[in-house]
């Protein structure tokens, strides 16, 4: 499935991501912010979409999708567009679950995610928003299962930040200094 595409071409389905995941897709694709030539990536990809706050989510050479932050995060968070997507429908508001500590094992992450989740939850109450409601409608478009418990969502998540190669950025000042990351965005 384009998912990309569907975006594109539906209104209401784009600002629906946008409402429950803060995500906007791009009318095209575009080069990754570079910060006026500053700031480079040692994996090429494409930008399609990005977040509110100026975040990107980029298509990888190899098909992952990296994010990078406008705070200066960068690393990979999903393997394929499936996957992306299934992940944020699922768990939206994901810079939210960047506890490490939580990710020792399944019972922590499970107790941990339902934890983070029902805040959202009524946050949302809070905008009179049908946040559950609203992933239902977004997952039953995408042809993906919205989950109750989204624990092997997050571990596939995380094992995803720590493979190999990372996704980084590097930022080089006019002064000659370089700064990089680690390329797994739980390392802040």
């Not at 595409?5 to 600002?15: G, H």
């Not at 095209?28 to 500053?38: A, K, L, Q, S, T």
């Not at 094992?105 to 928003?129: G, K, N, P, T, W």
């Not at 596939?156 to 002064?175: A, H, L, M, N, V």
Request: hydrophobic fraction near 35%.
């Amino acid at each position: 499935m384009d998912y990309i595409k569907m975006l594109r071409e539906d209104r209401r389905l784009s600002d629906l991501l946008c409402d429950v995941c803060d995500i906007e897709v791009l009318p095209e694709f575009r080069m990754p912010e570079d910060e006026f030539g500053h700031l480079t990536y040692n994996i090429a990809g494409k930008t399609f979409a990005r977040a509110g706050s100026g975040n990107e989510y980029i298509l990888l050479e190899d098909g992952s999708i990296g994010f990078w932050g406008s705070g200066g995060e960068c690393g990979r968070i999903a393997d394929n567009l499936k996957e992306f997507f299934e992940f944020m429908v699922n768990c939206p508001h994901w810079l939210d679950y960047l506890d490490e500590e939580e990710y020792s094992d399944r019972e922590s992450l499970e107790v941990y995610a339902r934890e983070v989740f029902e805040e959202h939850i009524d946050d949302a109450e809070d905008m009179e928003f049908d946040l559950v409601e609203a992933q239902q409608e977004l997952a039953d478009r995408f042809g993906i299962e919205k989950k109750t418990d989204v624990t092997d969502i997050l571990m596939r998540f995380y094992q995803c930040t720590k493979r190999e190669p990372r996704f980084i950025s590097t930022y080089r000042e006019d002064g000659g200094s370089i700064h990089s990351g680690t390329g797994s965005l739980f390392d802040r």
